[in-house]
């Protein structure tokens, strides 16, 4: 059977965009490295405009084990969208580091990496992606190899990531085992709720812990404040919005799709982990005097709201998880752009170094703030409309969740305007400006008005994450 | 579609907050310039608005509607009826008052006023969105602009300005997620019975709820809005908070801002949840009354003048709580007659209190004496604000007041009276407040103060012109209020109970 291979089109362009930095790289001389920046953000947008040209072209490959709808379209548009932000935001930081072609190359096999989960419709196919997008995540913790705090990150990573991509493919094997499929869709088929058997839900439950570790989820969270303190802040950026997102989408299929027919199985567990990640991130957040790690727990609060999309395991659900991932994408690179580019200055990530930043540099100052409310859902920000749909699909079944994702948002506000006091209360320690370049300039506003226009008008992507969802069912 | 008269008065605030940002730091006479000229923009279409508002026909007018999320039933619904249209009017008094009361700001003038501007669009964005997500939208604008305001340019006395600062978001935060809960839950639920998303206040009352529904969505909303309201006993960020916040704050606060909890309280709870209402209407009270009593008795143990009013704004808000809750049109129409005329008191006060701490450097009453001497058109401003406090006749307070026990003894009978002794209490700690700062012999060290002059004067002329004018024709106010009390109450009469069985299941 002939495939159509335009299908995948997007992957064809960012592989041969990995492999062509990665040669780049190692054969450009050491004062043209730089240049592997631009290219990569070409590429990648290259093949975003592949992505979303294709919006309509729908499909499955290689007998359905690849699967290419809009809901796979929009996460493959989410991972180009921030790859290529986190690339432009960051340029300065990684000439920094002096190391290019590794990190670039990497990256864009990450995203690879991503594409090919969004796409998957078998255990193998998402075996594959997930793998290719930890490895890549490895090297690019450990990438500063002379800083010995991202090499520990690496190291850690590679330990704990091999431990949870053990759990993840235990919990395919025994559920292959009970169904004897490894089709996700056919699984849905076979998984009903008079014939589930201790041992698919011991596969449920390993599932639950290896995807969990991705997604960083209580209590699987424990390696990301680690992780995201350690590795170079682009990194950390990419792995915060990038990996969790993939692993989000995977999630979605397997539970929503794959095991729906279970769903009275887990959706309380899913509920109750959702509000351990929310309190937990959230409570754990408040003393870090260190932004990225403060950012780290705050993701992992993030997580939590996400994860009540999956609770109720319906259209409005994954329509709420796909909305906040992608809001989220604009929140978390406002964010770490702005840290990279502080650190680029003033060469710390302590929060007590960002004093007076509102008078330093009162753009940086003002899309740091307004990223981290939008994290915590203060509207007009888009975070708000985002637990709104996220909150929205819960709120009738299990009012106690909704309630507490609430509070705790407005918990967490506590410890954002912790930072917020001390850039606009205190005076600087030094009164030099710090001088915006134009790249982190145009990637910081991107960040701040994405951020605000979703919250006020966030009618169109709306409708654009329903028709997504529409199709995840179809198949 | 009409001229979007709302759209610009909304937009004008803003737009002069954008020309802030791209001016130069140090031009502070010109950002002061910059700001006047927003708020009086809106000042001034809110009071054309305020006045071509036609009052036989009432129910909404100036209306812009576009939709604007389809799948959430949510359009850009904008309109002013009896209920909005003095909110709107006092939200730009205060907002261009506090422009001057701010005159005399020498830091980062810049930021302060780009915040300042912010801050009254978002108060003034809840007051006029006929929509319940558009009114959430604006409902927490104000909230991080007012905490940067006050860390930055707050004092502190008592408490740390850091401490008021945090406690007073949070607390406004906290309440507001459980109107969030109760906001989501509402439309789920009327997704459910209409089948047909609708976000829009009038939308969502003619949805017939469960009255089981009802009761628990109205505790919720009483929760939000109580705690931005200051309802004892969810007030303790508001002394706290008005005394570390800069003057233009505490004005816009105590002025405004917390009468969207009135405003929403009337505009959503008891129009969406009538038998919520009614259900709760006793419970509102009684919290009402203690709010009041205790507060006014706190207010006499203040020595420093910021937490007197604070507390004085506790107190007359319990008035408030009280008039909505006999939940008969005398009684509401009084409530927000009350939140108007108490919004243009507190703002006067605050504004005085801000302009004696700015000279004499001190807020504390046994500091202070005789002033009336050295700055008799400071202490003419500060004595109208209080006898307006205390509810003297011929000014703006005294109808509303009486409106609301004349409403309230309908439903509550003698537990109104303890209401009305509240008033003596007030009358003996604003009148001991203003005896002890301005009368009384003068103090050398206060001779060479400067009265207020210039654009200083602005807030006592404008606001003090309210004061009286409000008070001498009070139909000016209540005309509009009542056309639009009226059509809420027709809508309501059907849950409420008569007189005699108040509180269904009390």
């Excluded at chain 2, 009468?259 to 709760?280: E, F, H, N, S």
Aim: charged share 10%.
């Amino acid at each position: 059977m002939p495939f159509d291979y335009s299908l995948i089109t997007t992957e064809l362009i960012v592989a041969a965009l990995g492999l062509a930095v990665l040669v780049l790289g190692l054969i450009a001389p050491e004062n043209r490295q730089k240049g592997l920046g631009p290219i990569t953000v070409l590429g990648l947008a290259g093949a975003l405009a592949a992505a979303v040209l294709m919006w309509n072209v729908q499909g499955e490959l290689f007998g359905g084990m690849f699967v290419v709808d809009k809901f796979a379209y929009f996460f493959k548009v989410l991972f180009l969208s921030a790859a290529i932000l986190v690339t432009m935001g960051c340029t300065q930081y990684v000439s920094n580091m002096g190391v290019h072609g590794e990190y670039y190359s990497m990256m864009i096999f990450a995203v690879l990496g991503m594409c090919v989960m969004a796409s998957a419709a078998d255990f193998i196919t998402l075996y594959l992606g997930l793998e290719l997008m930890t490895i890549s995540f490895i090297i690019l913790a450990a990438v500063n190899r002379t800083d010995g705090r991202s090499v520990e990150a690496g190291m850690k990573y590679l330990i704990l990531a091999g431990l949870s991509s053990a759990a993840l493919l235990y919990g395919l094997s025994l559920v292959y085992g009970m169904t004897g499929t490894i089709m996700i869709y056919d699984t849905a088929q076979l998984i009903v709720a008079e014939n589930i058997s201790p041992v698919l839900i011991l596969g449920l439950a390993m599932l639950v812990a290896g995807l969990g570790f991705k997604v960083s989820v209580v209590p699987f969270h424990m390696w990301s404040p680690d992780i995201y303190q350690g590795a170079p802040t682009p990194v950390t950026a990419f792995l915060a919005v990038g990996s969790k997102a993939a692993s989000f989408a995977v999630l979605l299929r397997l539970f929503a799709a794959g095991l729906n027919g279970m769903a009275g199985t887990w959706a309380m567990l899913v509920a109750v982990l959702a509000a351990l990640t929310m309190v937990i991130g959230n409570l754990l957040a408040i003393p870090q005097t260190n932004i990225k790690r403060m950012l780290a727990y705050s993701s992992i609060a993030q997580a939590g709201y996400i994860l009540v999309g999956l609770v109720s395991a319906n259209e409005a659900g994954i329509k709420g998880v796909m909305f906040y991932s992608f809001l989220y994408v604009f929140a978390t690179m406002g964010a770490f752009v702005v840290v990279a580019a502080v650190y680029n200055k003033v060469k710390s990530d302590e929060i007590e170094d960002y004093a007076g930043l509102a008078q330093r540099a009162p753009l940086l100052a003002a899309v740091l703030t307004i990223s981290m409310l939008s994290m915590a859902g203060i509207p007009p920000l888009a975070g708000f409309v985002g637990k709104f749909y996220l909150f929205k699909t819960v709120i009738a079944d299990y009012f106690w969740l909704a309630l507490l994702g609430l509070i705790m948002s407005m918990i967490s506000v506590y410890y954002y305007l912790r930072v917020c006091l001390v850039m606009y209360r205190d005076e600087p320690k030094e009164n030099t400006p710090i001088e915006i370049p134009g790249n982190i300039a145009v990637v910081l506003m991107v960040a701040m008005l994405g951020t605000i226009i979703l919250g006020i008008y966030p009618g169109p992507l709306s409708e654009l994450t329903n028709t997504a969802a529409e199709t995840f069912f179809l198949h | 579609m009409n001229f979007p008269v709302l759209t610009i008065c909304l937009l004008a605030p803003l737009i002069a907050a954008l020309i802030l940002i791209f001016l130069p730091r140090d031009e502070e006479r010109l950002h002061k310039a910059v700001a006047a000229a927003g708020t009086f923009t809106s000042l001034a279409i809110s009071l054309y608005v305020y006045f071509s508002y036609n009052r036989e026909l009432g129910g909404l007018q100036f209306v812009e509607r576009i939709p604007w999320i389809n799948d959430l039933g949510v359009s850009y619904f904008m309109g002013v009826d009896g209920l909005s249209l003095p909110m709107l009017l006092l939200t730009n008094l205060i907002g261009f008052s506090a422009v001057f009361a701010s005159w005399n700001v020498k830091k980062r003038t810049k930021e302060f006023f780009v915040l300042l501007m912010v801050l009254v669009a978002g108060v003034m964005g809840t007051f006029i969105a006929q929509d319940l997500f558009i009114f959430l939208l604006f409902y927490e604008v104000v909230v991080i602009p007012i905490y940067i305001m006050v860390i930055v340019w707050g004092s502190s006395k008592r408490v740390t300005k850091e401490y008021a600062g945090m406690k007073l978001t949070i607390y406004l935060l906290i309440g507001s997620a459980f109107l969030l809960a109760s906001v989501i839950a509402t439309f789920v639920k009327s997704v459910q019975i209409t089948g047909v998303p609708d976000m829009s206040f009038h939308g969502l009352g003619q949805v017939p709820f469960p009255e089981q529904f009802q009761i628990y969505m109205f505790l919720l909303m009483l929760i939000g809005f109580g705690s931005l309201l200051s309802m004892w006993p969810l007030h303790s960020w508001s002394p706290d908070g008005y005394a570390g916040a800069p003057t233009a704050v505490s004005m816009i606060h105590a002025g405004v801002l917390k009468k969207i909890g009135g405003y929403g309280l009337i505009r959503l709870a008891v129009y969406v949840m009538p038998a919520g209402a009614a259900y709760w209407a006793p419970f509102i009270a009684v919290l009402g009354i203690a709010g009041c009593a205790y507060a006014a008795m706190s207010a006499l143990a203040q020595k420093d003048l910021k937490y007197l009013v604070g507390y004085s704004s506790v107190s007359h808000m319990g008035y408030v709580l009280l008039g909505v809750a006999a939940l008969n049109s005398v009684g509401i129409n009084g409530a927000v007659a009350n939140m108007f005329a108490h919004g243009v008191m507190a703002a006067l006060f605050f504004s005085m209190i801000g302009f004696i701490y700015e000279k004499t450097h001190t807020r504390w009453i046994p500091d202070l004496g005789g002033l009336a001497r050295q700055v008799p058109r400071l202490a003419v401003g500060f004595m109208m604000a209080a006898m307006a406090s205390l509810g003297l006749p011929g000014l703006i307070s005294f109808i509303p007041e009486f409106t609301i026990f004349v409403g309230s003894f309908e439903r509550f009978g003698l537990l109104a009276v303890v209401a009305i002794a509240g008033i003596i209490i007030t009358a003996l700690y604003v009148l001991r407040a203003g005896a002890n700062t301005l009368f009384g012999p003068p103090r050398q060290e206060y001779d060479d103060l400067k009265d207020i002059k210039g654009p200083e004067m602005v807030p006592l002329v404008v606001l003090g012109a309210v004061l009286v004018v409000g008070g001498l024709l009070p139909s000016l106010l209540f005309d509009v209020i009542n056309s639009g009390v009226e059509p809420i109450m027709a809508h309501i009469a059907d849950y409420l109970p008569t007189a005699v069985q108040i509180g269904g299941g009390y």
